[in-house]
């Protein structure tokens, strides 16, 4: 699971791990739809590593 989120003022979109709060302009997705997210054309994606891409994580 991951959140977007869109800073419309900086044409960003950053993909985090899953956000525990809501936020304005900020989506839930789960972790096929987050693997193939792409940004607006003219837009910057920023991808933080998500827990699942870790695969140390699953230890």
């Known amino acids: 699971m991951a959140t977007l989120t ?16 809501k936020e304005p302009h ?6 096929r739809h987050a693997e193939r997210t792409s940004a607006p054309q003219g837009w910057q994606l920023m ?9 140390g994580a699953a230890n």
Do not use: K, Q
């Open 47 to 55: 991808r933080h590593r998500l827990i699942a891409d870790d695969p």
């Open 6 to 21: 869109f800073d419309y003022g900086e044409s960003l979109a950053v993909l985090g791990p899953l956000s525990g709060r």
């Open 26 to 31: 900020s989506f839930d997705l789960c972790s």
